[in-house]
T-cell receptor, first 115, second 112 residues
Framework: EAQVTQNPRYLITVTGKKLTVTCSQNMNHEYMSWYRQDPGLGLRQIYYSMNVEVTDKGDVPEGYKVSRKEKRNFPLILESPSPNQTSLYFC??????????????FGAGTRLSVL | DQQVKQNSPSLSVQEGRISILNCDYTNSMFDYFLWYKKYPAEGPTFLISISSIKDKNEDGRFTVFLNKSAKHLSLHIVPSQPGDSAVYFCASQGDSNYQLIWGAGTKLIIKP
């Protein structure tokens, strides 16, 4: 089954404790992206990756890191989480990141609370 | 400033009737638009899209209309069914690259 898998689904942590949210896709997609969803703001892009070893900032990259060492995996790293990073996070992938039809497939989400 | 706006946070419609969800955008360079549907505890899933060279695209019960002069698009669901109850997001392709710009979403509730 084609899917994007995020782990964990739920996470409660404390300020400053480094964490990683994993994302894996089995569709051989080149393009992967991380979003955060906050009430009234829709989805905002954090980072994206066009291919292995190619990553770039989205609209809200501060406080986050990513890496793309393998095509299928795109982990999101919070080196020193803060309460304003409490949010619902989604990983997405698509066949390519070019203009035109850019249908992205999403993971089920990770709800993060930073105390 | 949000470039894609969905001004109705929620909408309640009787089963069997038409649901109309609206979306406005500000950037005239946007040329591709998508609607996604999201159920609780799941990620968004693609529903339907439209290119700026068209003014209408239909897929079964779902039709998207694009009015470029008004920078407005709408999603029509006819007839509405209980399984359509979800949050609907409108997204536009950015003018500079492949980035999607998202609206805040509209929660659709279909009443039996």
């Amino acid at each position: 089954e084609a899917q994007v898998t995020q782990n964990p689904r739920y996470l409660i942590t404390v300020t400053g404790k480094k964490l990683t949210v994993t994302c894996s896709q089995n569709m051989n997609h080149e393009y992967m992206s991380w979003y955060r969803q906050d009430p009234g703001l829709g989805l905002r892009q954090i980072y994206y990756s066009m291919n292995v070893e190619v990553t770039d900032k989205g609209d809200v990259p501060e406080g986050y890191k990513v890496s793309r060492k393998e095509k299928r995996n795109f982990p999101l790293i919070l080196e020193s989480p803060s309460p304003n990073q409490t949010s619902l996070y989604f990983c997405a992938s698509s066949l390519q990141g070019g203009r035109g039809k850019n249908i992205q497939y999403f993971g089920a989400g990770t709800r993060l609370s930073v105390l | 400033d949000q470039q894609v706006k969905q001004n109705s946070p929620s909408l309640s419609v009787q089963e069997g009737r038409i649901s109309i969800l609206n979306c406005d955008y500000t950037n005239s360079m946007f040329d591709y638009f998508l609607w996604y549907k999201k159920y609780p505890a799941e990620g968004p899933t693609f529903l339907i899209s439209i290119s700026s060279i068209k003014d209408k695209n239909e897929d079964g019960r779902f039709t998207v209309f694009l009015n470029k002069s008004a920078k407005h698009l709408s999603l029509h669901i006819v007839p509405s069914q209980p399984g359509d109850s979800a949050v609907y997001f409108c997204a536009s392709q950015g003018d500079s690259n492949y980035q999607l710009i998202w609206g805040a979403g509209t929660k659709l509730i279909i009443k039996p």
